[in-house]
């Protein structure tokens, strides 16, 4: 609290940026400890938490005020004009120190408390069962087993406690693969497909420099390939690019040579050892011994292959540029394309899809097993490992089974959402929005077959949501081991079992699990299949989006049909047992009127209901954010 | 002359690939003076295939060995190809197809040999005319006549027989009105706001001139225009080319109102892309779109470079501006460009459909198509004689239809419960615009269409589409009146590729269609079980 010094101020106005109507909003800012709050005339209320606050920007002061430019890491962008300089620079201050909190502990979900009690706080923990869900796949089975090597991480920090691996590797296996990876992350198990006793790995990449080998590492592939009883073949997935590998290599090759001859003149040189510049030259040996892929001539067995996306820099900047060019105000349309090609966005979001469905097609087609790695193994890795296996297997499609997924492929698995978020305080250049692909892949899969899934958009955009707000602990820290110490499960809540309570809003009511019960994906990543994702881009941009919703009412629609079906039922039984207790048929008054009056009204009154909450401000109703004064015509 | 003279060779074993998602067929191959047909033989299960000649926009042969390729183009942007044995049969085919789809008569058209069972001649024709929409003016107000001064089709050819014009203004001073503007396109009334008491009038530009000439009687019609609506009621005339087009129109006998001529109008311009640009724009896109093997940025840019979109948000954004005017303003408006047969009757149309919910059921929305585009006289045979893919020197061709529709659309993703029909009733509308069985968008005016007497010897197309067996397809399973005006959002991250239509033949549409289908057994089922309630009671013997 000692970061507020004002908490409140009257008479600010609120600016909708794709608005031409001068007629802002005006209102209170309330601004509390965890939000900061705007109730306008109509006592409408916007709630912007502070952990989602991505930038706070006071601009030159105006005639009618000093306006406040708010950035959320949720796309919202929120324009204030605060009548007086001196609360306007209190509230950019005080927002400025919360938005970016320096501990863990000072994070949203440490106070957040929805009133449950200790056991039920564990159970909504207890939700979600990794163990549960690699019995489900089949493991461990004859070739797969449950390593104990990792239980104390001593092996890999990043990785969780329990790991699948093949039978056949032994410890000193394990242990010297993980040595020669990147970050100690060896290869594991990431999916299991039963038919086809394929499976999915995932690892870092090998540390070997130039020409490096070890052999450790070449038996516990092999052992792999091994376990899949019908390919002895397996391809090994590097998802970066081909040409930022060769480029590497080039440079490699030379900053080696300088290595080789500073590193012999620092031994020779008392001084220097002791020196900063020491260590940074260490370190760049280090990285110069690190980075490669698998050379097929050292592996037996493998086919390896490059797939081409980009890290989290490039990514990085091509949602910056994005969102830049959608921020523009009277874009044209062409601006519009242009900005969204030079972005780079959907082509990234293709090769990530592209990349998944190379995965699926070398397990459902060639029936291979997969290892697939980056650098790390903890961001492209995820999007490949985790997409693949959506496409694979149907349960994941299911709200229950995503998030599942999610724990495994993303929260296990260490990839690091706090830094990729920027819950605290950290090197902005760690942050990127991988995540994010993901989601958004998730969501060209939904539109692509509207029948395949369970949930609907709103599901994707409230994890996204949360993965931002530390208003649940599953995706605070960047492993699990950082997550026991922080104690999470004691002090925090998951999200889980609030969405599930929630589940309703989240069903997609197309949605059809007999027919795509044992089916693969295969979706067409032909260019035009991909579209730009209004929804989680302006999601808070009404005036954008369209004014009536198909989903809630066909909900509705199957809602009511259930509910008429039920009163169908009862009748007819009804009806039977009036007619076996009264022989001449006098049908009774209550009989009649059981029959539901208000139903068949129901259909009209439904589409209207948003706008009828709406305060009438005009002359004339609309439906909501059906305004021409909210468009540029 | 005989169709038999064009028909170079009887018949050929062919077969027949349909691009993705449709299997291929094999079977003998004819062709007949208005079709091309498949015959699978008698063995076959599946049914006779048969292609409308009138539908084939471009065509193409190659021969090797002793087989011949024929690839079809078609205006309904549908791709064929045709494997057929022998080379001379090839030839023979693709010149009978070459010379009998390019036939310009309108006379010899199939529409004037189609006789459907079920259908009887005449049937919907007199279904929608102007008198018909007069009717409901007249109850919503007195302030307009129905003119026949164009009874004859003398004053304006391209008018139909009847007009709402002013009641204040006789036909004299209408005739007059007439000369002054160009093809004699007065301003006539297109569609009546009642809860504003407003108007929406359209015209074509006046032939001011380089001498800038007035005329007393036209100014005079746009004078009582203002006085019959509310009282105290503004003009605006929504000049769909810029400043400076209208302003050069005045060196070849065109211009536009000068302000001091008509006092209480104010003129806007909003530029509107119209003719060759608008085809090129639509070629382009219908390019991009057959390219499956293209990079991500190329497929961007070739959107972005081909501008299909910035044409649709301009149009969209005019019409609502038109739209704005009468609903919030209060004012009158008069639209035109030059000729005022496209962009001008896109804008009106559009702006109806914006603020009048009866334009959005079934039936308003055939009857706005009817008599804003058809009787308004858009010259459907010269903009729609070629589609995309034509390779002859573009004369008159414009997809200003096309592009209607394509913003009906863009309204209907934006309202999805709004508009009683669906994205099937504008597909169909977009296909029988450029090749039809029925009569409907035959010729260019009213007056064309009498002289061939289309509404006598064709079928319409509106008694065609209100078949029961019909609706399914083209109806929207979730409509709902909404009584408000949709104001869509024209912002570009809005507007979407109509990917039903540009993207049809191109890719599989298995699981948007299964989802579709999924609403229907949903809405159907909730009206069977609604409907069946009744029933179970009524069974009931009664006291």
């Not at chain 1, 320096?102 to 039920?120: H, V």
């Not at chain 2, 007949?32 to 292609?51: V, Y």
């Not at chain 2, 460009?337 to 059921?361: F, K, N, Y």
């Amino acid at each position: 609290m000692e970061h507020i010094r004002t908490t409140k101020v009257e008479q600010v106005k609120l600016l909708d940026r794709f608005s031409t109507s001068n007629k802002a909003l005006t209102g209170t800012l309330y601004l509390t400890a965890t939000h900061l709050l705007f109730i306008d005339s109509h006592q409408k209320e916007t709630w912007i938490l502070h952990h989602h606050i991505a930038s706070v920007e006071k601009l030159a002061l105006t005639t009618s005020g000093c306006p406040l430019v708010i950035q959320c890491k949720n796309f919202r962008i929120v324009h204030f004009i605060v009548p007086r300089e001196r609360d306007c620079h209190d509230i950019y201050n005080s927002l400025l120190q919360l938005s970016k909190q320096a501990k863990y502990e000072d994070l949203y979900a440490f106070s957040y408390n929805p009133k449950q009690n200790d056991s039920e706080r564990l159970r909504g923990w207890q939700l979600i069962d990794l163990a549960e869900e690699y019995k489900r796949m089949g493991v461990p089975n004859s070739n797969w087993q449950l390593s104990d090597a990792n239980r104390e991480y001593k092996i890999c920090e990043t990785y969780p406690r329990e790991l699948y691996v093949p039978r056949i590797a032994s410890k000193p296996i394990i242990v010297g693969s993980s040595k020669f990876r990147s970050k100690g992350r060896f290869p594991v198990l990431s999916y299991y497909h039963r038919e086809k006793e394929a499976a999915v790995c995932r690892c870092s990449q090998p540390l070997s420099g130039f020409s490096a080998r070890c052999l450790e590492d070449e038996h516990l592939l092999q052992a792999i390939s091994k376990a899949n009883p019908v390919n002895r073949y397996m391809y090994v997935m590097d998802t970066r690019p081909k040409h930022r590998m060769q480029s590497w290599w080039a440079t490699q090759k030379d900053i080696g040579r300088i290595i080789v001859r500073i590193s012999s003149k620092i031994w020779n040189d008392e001084k220097i050892r002791e020196s900063h510049e020491q260590k940074r030259l260490n370190a760049m040996a280090n990285r110069a011994a690190g980075k490669g892929y698998e050379n097929e001539d050292n592996y037996s067995n493998i086919r390896f292959q490059f797939v081409g996306i980009e890290n989290i820099h490039v990514m990085r900047s091509s949602l910056q540029k994005l969102l830049e060019v959608n921020g523009t105000k009277g874009l044209s349309v062409n601006d519009f394309y242009s900005g969204l090609e030079s972005s780079g966005w959907l082509r990234h979001i293709k090769a990530v899809m592209d990349a998944a469905i190379f995965l699926t097609k070398a397990i459902m087609i060639e029936n291979a097993s997969v290892l697939v790695h980056c650098s790390d193994g903890w961001d492209r890795t995820s999007q490949v490992c985790s997409l693949g296996s959506l496409l694979l297997d149907s349960f994941y499609r299911t709200i229950r089974g995503f998030m599942v997924l999610i724990e495994k492929d993303w929260i296990s698995f260490g990839h690091k959402f706090s830094e990729r978020c920027g819950h605290l305080d950290s090197d902005p250049k760690e942050v990127s929005p991988v995540f994010t692909q993901f989601l958004e892949c998730v969501w060209h899969l939904t539109e692509q077959f509207p029948q395949a899934f369970e949930f609907n958009e709103a599901f994707l955009l409230q994890i996204h949501e949360h993965i931002y707000s530390c208003q649940f602990g599953n995706f605070l820290g960047n492993c699990q081991k950082e997550r026991e110490e922080l104690k999470l499960k004691e002090k925090t809540y998951s999200l889980w079992p609030f969405l599930l309570d929630d589940q309703k809003k989240y069903l997609n009511p197309l949605y059809s699990p007999k027919s795509q019960a044992v089916a693969v994906l295969e979706p067409n990543t032909v260019s035009f299949n991909f579209k730009f994702w209004r929804n989680m881009y302006h999601q808070f941009d009404r005036t954008l989006h369209p004014r009536q919703s198909v989903f809630n009412i066909i909900m509705n629609m199957n809602e009511q049909n259930k509910q008429l079906e039920n009163d169908i039922k009862d009748l007819e039984s009804k009806i039977k047992q009036h007619k076996n207790k009264q022989t001449d048929g006098v049908l009774t008054k209550e009989l009649l009127h059981s029959v539901r009056p208000e139903s068949p009204t129901l259909k009209t009154s439904l589409c209207f209901k948003e706008q009828t909450l709406l305060p009438v401000n005009d002359a004339l109703r609309t439906i909501e954010g059906s305004n021409p004064a909210d468009n540029r015509y | 002359m005989e169709f038999s003279e064009l028909i170079r060779t009887g018949r050929a074993q062919a077969e027949l690939l349909r691009g993705p998602g449709a299997p291929p067929l094999r079977g003998t191959l004819c062709v007949t003076g208005h079709h091309l047909l498949l015959s699978p033989g008698p063995q076959a299960t599946s049914d006779l295939w048969l292609l409308l000649l009138r539908s084939v926009d471009s065509i193409e042969k190659r021969v090797a060995g002793d087989s011949g390729t024929i690839t079809l183009r078609c205006k309904d942007l549908r791709v064929l190809q045709l494997d057929i044995e022998g080379v001379e049969a090839t030839l023979d085919i693709a010149r009978s197809i070459e010379a009998l789809s390019s036939l310009e008569s309108v006379i010899t058209s199939f529409p004037f040999f189609y006789r459907p069972k079920g259908l009887r001649l005449g049937d919907a024709w007199h279904f929608h005319p102007p008198e018909h929409y007069y009717k409901r003016v007249a109850r919503e107000t007195n302030a307009w006549r129905l003119s026949e001064v164009n009874e004859d089709f003398s004053v304006c050819p391209s008018y139909p027989r009847a007009v709402i014009v002013p009641r204040a203004v006789d036909d004299d001073a209408l005739a007059r009105s007439a000369r002054f503007r160009q093809g004699g396109r007065f301003p006539v009334l297109s569609y009546h706001h009642a809860p504003s008491g407003t108007v929406l009038l359209r015209s074509s530009q006046p032939l001011t001139g380089p001498q800038k000439r007035r005329c007393a009687e036209d100014e005079e019609l746009l004078r009582a225009v203002l006085a019959g609506a509310r009282p105290g009621a503004r003009g605006f005339i929504v000049d769909t080319r810029s400043a400076q087009a209208a302003k050069q129109a005045r060196m070849t006998g065109g211009g536009t109102e000068a302000k001091a001529a008509y006092p209480g109008w104010k003129r806007l311009h909003r530029p509107m892309e119209r003719g060759r640009p608008l085809q090129e724009s639509f070629v382009r896109l219908v390019e991009a779109c057959g390219d499956l093997e293209q990079s991500m940025d190329r497929w961007l840019s070739r959107l972005e470079g081909c501008r299909w979109l910035a044409h649709v948000k301009e149009a969209l954004s005019t019409a609502c501006l038109a739209a704005q005017g009468m609903e919030r303003e209060g004012a009158c408006i008069l639209v035109h460009g030059a000729e005022g047969t496209d962009s001008t009757l896109l804008v009106t149309s559009l702006a109806q459909l914006i603020l009048d919910p009866l334009s959005r059921t079934m039936t308003g929305f055939q009857e706005l198509v009817e008599r804003e585009w058809i009787q308004a006289g858009h010259p459907f045979q010269l903009r729609c004689a070629h589609s995309a893919f034509s390779h002859a020197r573009p004369k008159h061709e414009a997809p200003t239809f096309l592009l209607f529709l394509d913003c009906v659309w863009q309204l209907g993703r934006q309202f999805p419960l709004s508009l009683e029909f669906g994205e099937g009733l504008l597909l169909a509308l977009f296909e029988h615009a450029y090749a039809s069985p029925f009569g409907t968008f035959l010729c260019n005016s009213e007056k064309e269409r009498c002289l061939c007497e289309v509404r006598t010897r064709t079928h319409s197309l509106w008694s065609g589409l209100n078949q029961p067996k019909e609706q399914r397809k083209l109806r929207n399973p979730l409509y709902v009146l909404n009584p408000l005006a949709i104001w869509p959002s024209v912002e570009p991250q809005s507007l979407r590729l109509w990917q039903g239509l540009f993207l049809r033949w191109t890719r599989p549409p298995e699981p948007s269609e299964a989802a579709w289908e999924k609403v229907w057994q949903i809405v159907t089922d909730k009206e069977k079980t609604e409907g069946s309630q009744p029933t179970v009671s009524a069974s009931e013997p009664q006291p």
